[in-house]
């Protein structure tokens, strides 16, 4: 006790580095949202590895200068944490998407389409943006977002919709610190993306003096400089620049089917990818190849033509319930101590984290409230919203499990709460107050690159691997992160739009759809129910055989990520991770394999920080430079 007493005491949070995390979150996260680019795209975000590992080299010069200046651990943790939290409240599949329809339909009503007849009365004014003069701007020609109209007639909007965000991510912070000891201690989850920040960040587990390391960190460097010097002067040879496109090879029915798919070579993801287990990643890139091979049978036979074939959004919908079910149910004593500690009972487990327990479960509760509140003054049904709410947390939770345990690169859960109740309810159900709604709420509804849950958990995780306390003030910083992420990123995402012209594809998906919705009302889908049920039941089948035999190589979770829409880019590279690491372990064992980990954090901090530096060298010259995705 008096070793790890002594080790934790270094370890508290200083007021004055909030302060600092919270400047440099604020600066950072405005720049990310201002910018086009993909570090919100997979699990790891590139600016937040980034930043701690130039605060990390910092903490070398600062050393030799004035060591009370030292950022400790837990304060390189602390700016980590609300890096992270903040760009996953601003980024992909939420902040982009909400600036997108909020004024979509007022812009692109036209008589033929009849929206205005069919929905415009139902569309609050407080949570939209009506004037056609302001929104010329976003759709057409390039402004700024700060003239002083333009500004006033986004701000209430905004104002409200920031409302709903943070209080949506408090609710995530309070579920999290529920489940945080089931899944940290009790089944001592693995988090696979945690382990690159927490090689940086802890002193204990640094892998910088190694120097296995530095070469995977220098060969990938070496490789991203001349990819981006190709990108800048083509006629410098890229050597694994570009992806080739295997579409162009199959041009006839029924190989057409296999719609866009990409063979590129993206470090950072082959990086990541060694971490995960080999059932998972061999499942992923298997069960992408079975959805597309599945897409070819049923062109030709022609099964095409059936509504959502080959149902791959429909049964990962049912594949979902039955994992989350699951989940909790192997959490079910937990969750039961939790319930009897916050209501004082004498058999409750967690006494001494009773104020934790009860602060989340009445945050949560009134978070809840105010959310369905919220959704039923916007004009949405309760019933509607405590649906359409819990089915997002529901996949949230799930998202936040499947990172925890096994980490895969990125997380794009197309699994959505209002075609689930489409489907498995009616349209015709539905007052048209509340299908309008749906439609509004689409950014809320639709994949979770982003989602801040795993990453507020992966934070707590690290904590607790630093004997971090001062829980209160890690998440007063937390409060802070989403507080300033939200509002820098509707802010930056605006005057990116503003600056280049903002994009349509989400309105275009959305407002027709609930067009369609209005003119033909429909009953229960059996064809939904159908997709559903096996999606559930295929589920539950690789669950019962990946539990008990062990040489089943082809895990559940696999077969609801193989059909990811980024997988078109990532599945090579994961692959490519795959067989490394099978070979690694077919050859060597486990101990080959540790001794190997070091160059694959090196391969994936190398490529993070090149990346990070063409975007920077990019945004600073007006140039178009590397991506995280060679688009």
Not at 27 to 45: D, I, K, P, Q
Not at 67 to 82: G, Q
């Amino acid at each position: 006790m008096e070793n790890r007493s002594s080790s934790t005491a270094p370890t508290k949070i200083r007021f004055s580095v909030i302060i600092l995390a919270t400047v440099i979150m604020l600066a950072e996260n405005y720049a990310v949202a201002s910018t086009w680019n993909g570090f919100s795209l997979n699990s790891l975000f590139i600016n937040a590895v980034f930043m701690i590992f130039v605060l990390s080299l910092l903490n070398l010069l600062l050393r030799k200068i004035n060591n009370k200046a030292v950022l400790r651990p837990s304060e390189l943790l602390t700016i980590y944490m609300m890096l992270v939290v903040a760009t996953s409240s601003a980024g992909h599949d939420t902040m982009e998407m909400l600036t997108q329809t909020i004024g979509h339909p007022f812009w692109f009503a036209t008589p033929e389409n009849e929206w205005e007849d069919l929905f415009f009365r139902d569309l609050p004014k407080w949570l939209t943006v009506q004037d056609r003069g302001v929104l010329e701007g976003f759709y057409t020609y390039n402004e700024s977002f700060y003239e002083p109209i333009v500004f006033k007639t986004w701000l209430k909007p905004l104002l409200f919709w920031s409302a709903f965000l943070i209080v949506l991510y408090f609710c995530m912070v309070c579920i999290n610190m529920i489940l945080r000891k089931q899944w940290t201690e009790n089944e001592k989850l693995s988090f696979p993306v945690a382990q690159v920040p927490l090689g940086i960040i802890s002193p204990k587990l640094s892998i910088a003096k190694n120097k296995i390391y530095w070469y995977g960190f220098g060969a990938t460097v070496l490789l991203s400089l001349i990819n981006g010097l190709h990108r800048l002067y083509p006629m410098i040879p890229g050597i694994t620049y570009d992806k080739l496109d295997l579409t162009v090879y199959f041009t006839e029915k029924p190989w057409n089917a296999i719609d866009v798919t990409y063979i590129e070579f993206l470090p950072f993801i082959l990086g990541l990818a060694y971490f995960i287990p080999v059932s998972l990643s061999f499942s992923i890139w298997f069960f992408y190849w079975f959805w597309k091979i599945e897409m070819v049978l049923g062109s030709a036979i022609g099964f095409q033509y059936l509504p959502w074939f080959p149902g791959y959004w429909v049964q990962g919908t049912g594949a979902i319930a039955v994992l989350f079910f699951m989940f909790i149910f192997w959490s079910k004593r937990h969750l039961w101590s939790v319930l009897k500690t916050v209501f004082h009972s004498k058999t409750g487990n967690y006494e001494g984290e009773s104020a934790q327990y009860t602060f989340a479960v009445i945050g949560l509760l009134l978070g809840m409230a105010f959310l369905v509140m919220f959704c039923y003054y916007a004009g949405m049904a309760i019933w509607v919203a405590v649906i359409f709410l819990c089915g997002f947390f529901v996949v949230s939770i799930l998202v936040t499990r499947v990172r925890a345990e096994l980490g895969p690169p990125t997380h794009d859960f197309p699994f959505t709460p209002s075609s689930f109740m489409s489907g498995m309810i009616g349209t015709k159900r539905f007052d048209a107050s509340s299908l309008t709604q749906l439609a509004l709420f689409k950014f809320l509804d639709y994949g979770h690159r982003s989602n801040p849950m795993p990453h507020i958990l992966e934070s707590f995780y690290i904590k607790e691997k630093l004997h971090v306390g001062q829980m209160g003030i890690f998440i007063g910083a937390m409060v802070i992160a989403i507080v300033g992420g939200t509002l820098t990123g509707m802010l930056g995402n605006l005057q990116r739009c503003y600056a280049t012209t903002g994009q349509t594809w989400v309105g275009d998906w959305a407002f027709p759809e609930l067009s369609n919705w209005l003119r033909y009302p429909s009953g229960i889908s059996y064809l939904y129910i159908i997709y559903y049920v096996a999606g559930g039941i295929i589920t539950s089948v690789l669950v019962v055989l990946s539990r008990y035999f062990v040489w089943w190589p082809f895990h559940p979770l696999g077969y609801i990520l193989g059909g990811e829409w980024m997988l078109r880019y990532l599945w090579f590279s994961i692959f490519l991770a795959w067989f490394i690491k099978w070979l690694v372990l077919k050859f060597g064992g486990l101990k080959a394999y540790r001794q190997s980990i070091p160059i694959f954090v090196g391969i994936t901090m190398g490529d993070a920080v090149m990346l990070a530096l063409w975007k920077i060298y990019g945004n600073a010259f007006n140039k178009w430079t590397l991506d995280f995705v060679y688009w």
